[in-house]
């Protein structure tokens, strides 16, 4: 029996939903139960060394997420219940060759693109200044921008920059403008590689960053792609926080120059006291652009497959990386 074929027959599947809650799980696997808890310190369901596959728990503390990793040598794929595995990636690489790394591909397009939009809309027809109006009483009417006939750069166009602009489709904007990591051409038109951003930036009126945060991506938006952004544009991270330089963004906005609605923050969570919280003209959200009622029902669709093709050895969905490999 190779070593493949050993690990393999490990049947242990570690989900952080309950399985009684997914019909249609494939036979064969013992399905155990763990999420890590409330506080994080539920005991593991079962012996980590007989874990084949792990269910990443969704919404938890870095080190619940990743802990029983380093516990898993026969573990041979680890899903995520996430867009973006940036916080995995260092705990799966040090495990032996062969584990997949797949992500969330297919379940949080909806909701994030939901909260990509409605973070845009609010920011720019100045749905914070209602509300603190609301609080206190006070009837303030006023011009705001429209989100019509604006230029609307997407940074980052993988399946959730396309739903972003699915959702644009219907606000009559003026133009969308694509930037991913490679140029290349899609049905809508031309996606551009991050390369051509000083040339693209002077022309957005809004720019929805949406890219994964890789070593590239860190602190992509800072102070020179800042200074880029015409004067009056709105900034929209519901990527990751540390795709953005928050020195170098809070210097804009506290010239107000630029605005910013912002649901994730670099650091996050955001300390009370932070200077981002009292800000000219930025709005933030708490990191909610996944969990919505759309969330539960995609991710169990998801996992059910998944562990389908993984009894039934098809191949998998949404591999980002496969240890011993070169990371993708």
């Given at each position: 029996m190779t070593d493949d074929t050993a690990r393999h027959s490990v049947q242990d599947v570690w989900l952080s939903i309950p399985p009684e809650e997914m019909p249609g799980l494939p036979e064969g696997p013992d399905y155990l139960f763990w999420d890590g808890g409330p506080d994080g310190t539920q005991p593991y369901p079962g012996d980590p060394a007989r874990c084949a596959v792990y269910?990443?728990?969704?919404?938890?503390?870095?080190?619940?997420?990743?802990?029983?990793?380093?516990?898993?040598?026969?573990?041979?794929?680890?899903?995520?219940?996430?867009?973006?595995?940036?916080?995995?990636?260092?705990?799966?690489?040090?495990?032996?060759?062969?584990?997949?790394l797949c992500n969330a591909r297919g379940v949080h397009e909806t909701s994030t693109a939901e909260l990509a939009l409605t973070l845009t809309l609010?920011?720019?027809?100045?749905?914070?200044?209602?509300?603190?109006?609301?609080?206190?009483?006070?009837?303030?009417?006023a011009f705001h921008p429209a989100l019509a006939d604006r230029t609307v750069l997407i940074l980052g166009y993988g399946a959730i920059g396309a739903a972003i602009e699915d959702r644009l489709a219907a606000f009559e904007v003026a133009r969308v403008v694509r930037v991913a990591r490679a140029r290349r051409t899609t049905e809508r038109g031309p996606v551009h590689s991050i390369e051509e951003l000083p040339e693209l930036l002077p022309l957005a009126d809004v720019v929805i960053v949406v890219t994964p945060l890789t070593e590239s991506t860190h602190r992509l938006v800072n102070e020179p792609f800042l200074a880029r952004m015409k004067d009056g544009a709105l900034l929209v991270n519901v990527a990751r926080g540390a795709v953005v330089?928050?020195?170098?963004?809070?210097?804009?906005?506290?010239?107000?120059?630029?605005?910013?609605?912002?649901?994730?923050?670099?650091?996050?969570?955001?300390?009370?006291?932070?200077?981002?919280?009292?800000?000219?003209?930025?709005l933030i959200s708490p990191h909610v652009g996944g969990p919505s009622s759309a969330f539960l029902p995609r991710a169990k669709r998801l996992l059910v497959d998944q562990l389908t093709r993984y009894v039934n050895r098809e191949p998998l969905r949404n591999v980002i990386l496969t240890t011993g490999t070169a990371v993708m």
């Amino acid at each position: 029996m190779t070593d493949d074929t050993a690990r393999h027959s490990v049947q242990d599947v570690w989900l952080s939903i309950p399985p009684e809650e997914m019909p249609g799980l494939p036979e064969g696997p013992d399905y155990l139960f763990w999420d890590g808890g409330p506080d994080g310190t539920q005991p593991y369901p079962g012996d980590p060394a007989r874990c084949a596959v792990y269910v990443v728990p969704y919404m938890k503390a870095q080190e619940v997420r990743v802990g029983p990793l380093a516990h898993m040598p026969n573990v041979r794929l680890v899903q995520t219940l996430t867009a973006g595995v940036d916080d995995v990636v260092p705990h799966v690489t040090r495990l032996p060759p062969g584990v997949r790394l797949c992500n969330a591909r297919g379940v949080h397009e909806t909701s994030t693109a939901e909260l990509a939009l409605t973070l845009t809309l609010a920011s720019l027809r100045g749905v914070p200044g209602f509300v603190r109006a609301q609080d206190r009483q006070e009837w303030r009417s006023a011009f705001h921008p429209a989100l019509a006939d604006r230029t609307v750069l997407i940074l980052g166009y993988g399946a959730i920059g396309a739903a972003i602009e699915d959702r644009l489709a219907a606000f009559e904007v003026a133009r969308v403008v694509r930037v991913a990591r490679a140029r290349r051409t899609t049905e809508r038109g031309p996606v551009h590689s991050i390369e051509e951003l000083p040339e693209l930036l002077p022309l957005a009126d809004v720019v929805i960053v949406v890219t994964p945060l890789t070593e590239s991506t860190h602190r992509l938006v800072n102070e020179p792609f800042l200074a880029r952004m015409k004067d009056g544009a709105l900034l929209v991270n519901v990527a990751r926080g540390a795709v953005v330089d928050t020195k170098a963004l809070l210097a804009e906005l506290e010239s107000e120059r630029l605005t910013a609605a912002l649901d994730v923050t670099d650091p996050e969570p955001l300390p009370a006291g932070h200077p981002l919280w009292r800000a000219p003209g930025v709005l933030i959200s708490p990191h909610v652009g996944g969990p919505s009622s759309a969330f539960l029902p995609r991710a169990k669709r998801l996992l059910v497959d998944q562990l389908t093709r993984y009894v039934n050895r098809e191949p998998l969905r949404n591999v980002i990386l496969t240890t011993g490999t070169a990371v993708m």
